[in-house]
């Protein structure tokens, strides 16, 4: 079974960086993109950025781009997501999910957006504060 566990959200002042966790298990990382999402409140869930793990292309909406860094640590199956110089905006709960990518078919942009993603983990809690 498929699982995706995050860590690493708090408490943080505005300017301030996070280090997101999502730790992977239940099916061949290499195969998948993996990407962060973010829901704050009253608000729709957006792609913050996603990662094909075996192509290594990457995406970032333009809210968090420069800011954010995604890697994945293969040996691990962990995905990472940096948050450097935090705005107040930024607070949300952020979401780890999964799918199979096929990088002839489908690009990163996608996997983060229309096309969406079929495996989700529960969530951790971002509050930036001013």
């Known amino acids: 079974e498929a699982q995706l566990v995050e860590s690493g959200g708090g408490l943080v002042q505005a300017g301030g960086s996070l280090r997101l966790s999502c730790a992977t298990s239940g099916f061949t990382f290499d195969d998948y993109a993996i990407g962060w999402f973010r829901q704050a409140p009253g608000k729709e869930r957006e792609g913050v950025s996603c990662i094909s793990i075996g192509e290594g292309s990457t995406y970032y909406d333009a809210s968090v781009k420069g800011r954010f860094t995604i890697s994945g640590d293969n040996a691990k199956k962990v995905v990472y997501l940096q948050m450097n110089s935090l705005k107040p905006e930024d607070t949300a709960v952020y979401y780890c999910?999964?799918?199979?990518?096929?990088?002839?078919?489908?690009?990163?942009?996608?996997?983060?957006?229309?096309?969406?993603?079929?495996?989700w983990g529960k969530g951790t809690l971002v509050t930036v504060s001013s």
């Open positions: 999910a999964a799918r199979r990518h096929v990088p002839a078919l489908v690009t990163i942009e996608s996997m983060c957006g229309d096309y969406g993603m079929d495996r």
